[in-house]
């Protein structure tokens, strides 16, 4: 077999280049060492002395050529223009090319080009095209699709923006829609393709090329559309899926590689990557002189390179929910979880059962704090006096910046359930509508449990009556945020009487809904206070003129302790 | 109605800009250049911008590491220096040096000054701002220079680019540490508070404030209001009509200050971390209370002057090791956005 003749005979390069003059030589030495001829199109905006420059730097190659040059902006005609300028030539100089390769200068090959040839070689009628139509392609930027191909788009998109916008805006309202020309159905993909002879020349020499030529002309972004829709006209076979791995962010910009992508790029097994960094001398070092790289004659695969490059745009896009950081301050009502994790609230539990913050803790294993917003201090969980992320329990520090210092501590102790109490007497006024407004909180409340270290405590009565009405205002505002239609948390209250009636129930719900331990009951109860005369003390009140109506009925003689028969009515918002 | 509130405060921030400006040509006199190398400036250059007065100590890693970054060429303005700092960087190959014993406070700290020099020889530069006692970090920043991250802002169309200030502190109290001029100072500071940070929004500058960390924990307890502000925005893409409005925590104009996302999703950013807490800052204190340059209302800060003079310990059981910069991207001090 004749070496020379069978070298690179299949594959020819059209290269198109703006930038980076020495890393697109160093690339196509690389093609051309394979034998594989190139034909160059240099972008007009680029100085006619590095033009000359690049174009001596690269004499001493046999098979290169250069076409005429065309301005290549971003997201206009010049690119197609350029494209087919050089595809002709490389038709006409080449005759033993069966497959035309389009690259551009930020291009690396990343296996050894003789697997790329032979790989052509073996597939000799098949076009490798990205081509979708319009409706099945997710990666349309600034919400257009289809329109690319019915409206018109005289004003740059990115210099002149307010009045492409307008433009488009304007064209929609008057029902304005171009003609297709011959009934031909847009697709659309990624620009980088490698096409058969046969049917690149279809379409360069297609009679109606002039038509097609001055439609695309006027298309929105047509180096991503022109070759994708015509090459369903003659195509015999089309794979749709690009050789070149080439990843887009949300903003329809290409990702670039750099040398920390070395081993992503191997194990890609991808034949060609966009976009180097120039400078990634590492990249570029490992896969233009590193030839004898295993030979692993595998199909691409871009699947991990995909779920990465995905995640990065989630992140840029959507974040991570409940951080508040230099770089991500979500607007208010921007964000639909206000904090990262679930956790609970619980209001009047600590004054009705006298251990409840360790029992709590026992049957669910979560994080178990006292009063966070307490007036002295943040009451953290085992007496602590700085938590996770070396929040401080200086009630100042806290009062701040209150809704900072909650936010903080549910990010600082992401993995592990954060329940605090609340009540009437602490600060957080101010947060109550974010925590309500928080699909994360799981506020339980019994209302008026505030009487009880009042009915326990050893003050003068007319105290404990100023106190009380005090505590039931405040109570009363907060479950008037709590029941708002804006809420989102999920919220129960029960008064004090409905409670104690029967409180096993709801304890097992809210143990249920923490949800670590899935027990079929509660192993153990927490210890109720005594409640015995509870119901004169609230007639005391009243008799002095407070009416404490929060709790519920209580009668004025009546054991409390014993439960009731009738069932409790978890009162349940969402 | 909003819009013309709007316009007000834009036409009075355009003023606002011109008078600084107008300011920095003003106090250009008080500049007595030592060194001028800036004809190596070339034209993508990164250059480095920054006021420093006795910090023979910080510079010698302070310089490294930036070289290492990719920053081509620094611009140094020394404030009376007596321990050789000013001889030292004279007799750096790419350091600018500028000299003045003018008030720093009345400089705006220094900002006067660095402004003119930006104005002069940083326009159409990507342009760093920095104290001694600060290290840049951004994510990739082990394995990719600061160009690349320019010109990826460039493409991305961002013209600046957050960061983060993380107060650094050893374990044990501050002035039993010790350091050489050199070493990397994270060897002996590799502890920081990762989640103790209040942000709150500044909408006539539309940047945020952050506050928090270990000053505010252990100084400003009794007043969080005035503890230091952590945000800083100091690398930015310059034009002769930027001006820093106070230290490199927000710029005019104001859409210089949005480094952040609004909609839930994350910018890239950065960290400084800060080395403020190297040994040598016990004695300092005591000096620095009395100099009375570093606050717009000194008299306010005796008692964290007094505090830091005390020879304190700031680590606490809840403090994090630092690792590296993997550690602060998932902790979300920074982020690398979209940035992969």
Same mark, same amino acid.
């Given at each position: 077999m004749?070496?020379?003749?069978? /070298?690179?005979?299949? +594959?020819?390069?059209?290269m198109l280049v703006h930038t980076a003059f020495d890393r697109a030589e160093q690339v196509a030495r690389h093609w051309a060492a394979s034998g594989c001829?190139?034909?160059?199109?240099?972008?007009? #905006?680029?100085?006619? /002395?590095?033009? =000359?420059?690049?174009?001596?730097? %690269?004499?001493?190659?046999?098979?290169?050529?250069? +076409?005429?040059?065309?301005?290549?902006?971003?997201?206009?005609?010049? %690119?197609?223009?350029?494209?087919q300028a050089a595809s002709e030539v490389m038709l006409r100089d080449f005759p033993n090319v069966r497959h035309v390769y389009l690259a551009s200068g930020a291009c690396l090959p990343l296996r050894p080009v003789q697997e790329l040839i032979d790989y052509l070689a073996e597939r000799p009628t098949t076009d490798f095209i990205e081509s979708a139509t319009t409706a099945d392609v997710p990666w349309t930027i600034g919400g257009l699709d289809e329109e690319r191909f019915t409206l018109r788009f005289p004003f740059s998109w990115r210099r002149n923006r307010y009045l492409f916008d307008k433009y488009v805006e304007f064209q929609r309202r008057i029902g304005f829609k171009r003609k297709i020309p011959n009934g031909i159905v847009p697709h659309m993909g990624s620009q980088w393709w490698c096409l058969t002879r046969q049917t690149l020349s279809a379409i360069l020499e297609d009679p109606d090329r002039k038509v097609y030529d001055s439609y695309f002309r006027r298309v929105w972004i047509p180096d991503e559309s022109y070759f994708q829709t015509l090459a369903r006209l003659y195509s015999r076979r089309i794979e749709s899926r690009s050789l070149t791995l080439s990843k887009f962010d949300y903003q329809g910009k290409p990702h670039i590689f750099y040398d920390d992508h070395l081993q992503l790029l191997r194990r890609s097994d991808c034949f060609v990557a966009r976009k180097i960094w120039p400078f990634a001398d590492r990249l570029? *070092?490992?896969?233009?002189?590193?030839?004898?790289? #295993?030979? /692993?004659?595998?199909e691409p695969n871009p699947g991990k390179i995909d779920r990465i490059f995905s995640k990065a745009v989630e992140r840029r896009t959507r974040g991570r929910p409940g951080l508040y950081m230099q770089s991500r301050f979500p607007a208010p009502g921007r964000e639909i979880n206000l904090t990262c994790a679930p956790y609970s609230v619980f209001e009047g539990f600590s004054d009705l059962f006298e251990n409840f913050e360790t029992w709590l803790a026992r049957m669910t294993g979560a994080r178990v704090h006292g009063h966070l917003f307490a007036p002295e201090r943040a009451e953290f969980s085992d007496g602590q006096t700085v938590m996770n992320g070396a929040l401080s329990d200086s009630a100042k520090l806290r009062d701040y910046n209150k809704w900072a210092f909650l936010t903080n501590l549910i990010w600082n102790t992401r993995g592990e359930r954060q329940c605090f109490q609340i009540g009437p007497r602490d600060h957080i006024k101010g947060i109550e509508w974010n925590i309500a407004m928080d699909p994360n909180a799981q506020i339980s409340v019994i209302s008026g449990a505030w009487a009880i270290p009042l009915f326990k405590s050893n003050e003068n009565f007319s105290e404990i009556r100023n106190k009380a009405a005090f505590l039931q205002h405040t109570e009363r505002k907060h479950l008037d945020t709590l029941r708002s239609e804006w809420s989102k948390a999920r919220i129960r209250i029960w008064t004090l009487a409905e409670f104690i009636e029967a409180p096993m129930e709801p304890l097992q719900t809210i143990i249920d809904e923490i949800g670590k331990h899935n027990q079929t009951g %509660? #192993?153990?109860?927490? /210890?109720?206070?005594? %409640?015995?005369?509870?119901? *004169?003390?609230? *007639? =005391?009140?009243?008799? *002095?003129g407070m009416h404490p109506y929060l709790m519920g009925d209580f009668p004025v003689a009546q054991d409390q302790n014993e439960p009731q028969h009738t069932k409790p009515k978890p009162y349940l918002v969402r | 109605m909003v819009w013309r509130t709007e316009a007000a405060i834009r036409y009075r921030q355009r003023w606002k800009r011109r008078r600084l400006l107008y300011r920095a040509l003003r106090k250009r006199r008080q500049l007595t250049p030592v060194i001028d190398r800036t004809a190596q400036i070339r034209p993508d250059d990164i250059l480095a911008v920054s006021s420093v007065r006795n910090e023979s100590a910080r510079l010698p890693f302070f310089l490294e590491h930036h070289r290492k970054l990719g920053v081509a060429h620094f611009l140094f303005v020394d404030n009376c220096s007596d321990d050789g700092t000013d001889d030292y960087l004279a007799a750096q190959p790419d350091v600018s040096l500028w000299s003045t014993p003018h008030s720093y406070r009345l400089s705006r700290f220094g900002l006067d000054w660095l402004t003119w020099l930006q104005s002069q020889y940083a326009h159409g530069h990507w342009c760093l701002m920095l104290d001694a006692d600060e290290i840049l970090i951004y994510p990739h920043h082990d394995t990719r220079p600061l160009p690349a991250l320019t010109d990826w802002l460039d493409r991305t169309g961002r013209q600046s680019f957050g960061t983060l200030m993380l107060d650094l502190y050893p374990k044990g109290p501050l002035g039993t540490q010790t350091y050489q001029p050199g070493d990397d100072p994270m060897q002996t500071l590799c502890w920081f508070d990762r989640g103790n940070y209040t942000i709150r929004k500044q909408p006539h500058l539309q940047s945020l404030w952050i506050q928090g960390g270990v000053r505010a924990r252990c100084f400003f307890g009794a007043n969080p209001r005035r503890a230091p502000t952590m945000n800083k925005v100091p690398l930015v893409k310059w034009h002769w009509r930027h001006v820093y409005v106070n230290s490199s925590h927000a710029l005019l104009p104001r859409h210089l200050n949005r480094v952040y996302d609004e909609d839930g999703g994350e910018e890239t950013s950065g960290i400084?971390?800060?080395?403020?807490?190297?040994?040598?800052?016990?004695?300092?204190?005591?000096?620095e209370k009395a100099r009375r340059e570093h606050f717009a209302n000194s008299a306010l800060y005796d008692d964290y002057y007094d505090a830091l003079a005390d020879n304190p310990d700031l680590w606490c059981e809840?403090?994090?090791?630092?690792?590296?910069?993997?550690?602060?991207?998932?902790?979300?001090?920074?982020?690398?956005?979209?940035?992969?």
């Open positions: 004749n070496e020379g003749a069978d /070298k690179g005979a299949g +594959v020819g390069i059209v001829p190139i034909v160059f199109h240099v972008d007009r #905006a680029v100085p006619t /002395k590095a033009y =000359n420059a690049f174009v001596r730097s %690269l004499s001493d190659l046999p098979d290169i050529r250069f +076409v005429g040059r065309h301005r290549c902006e971003w997201g206009t005609w010049g %690119l197609v223009a350029a494209t570029y *070092q490992a896969f233009l002189t590193d030839q004898d790289g #295993a030979m /692993k004659r595998t %509660l #192993a153990e109860v927490p /210890k109720m206070a005594d %409640l015995t005369g509870f119901g *004169q003390f609230l *007639q =005391n009140l009243k008799n *002095q | 400084l971390l800060h080395t403020k807490f190297l040994p040598e800052i016990v004695a300092k204190s005591a000096e809840r403090s994090s090791r630092l690792t590296g910069w993997r550690q602060l991207e998932a902790m979300g001090l920074m982020s690398r956005g979209n940035w992969v």
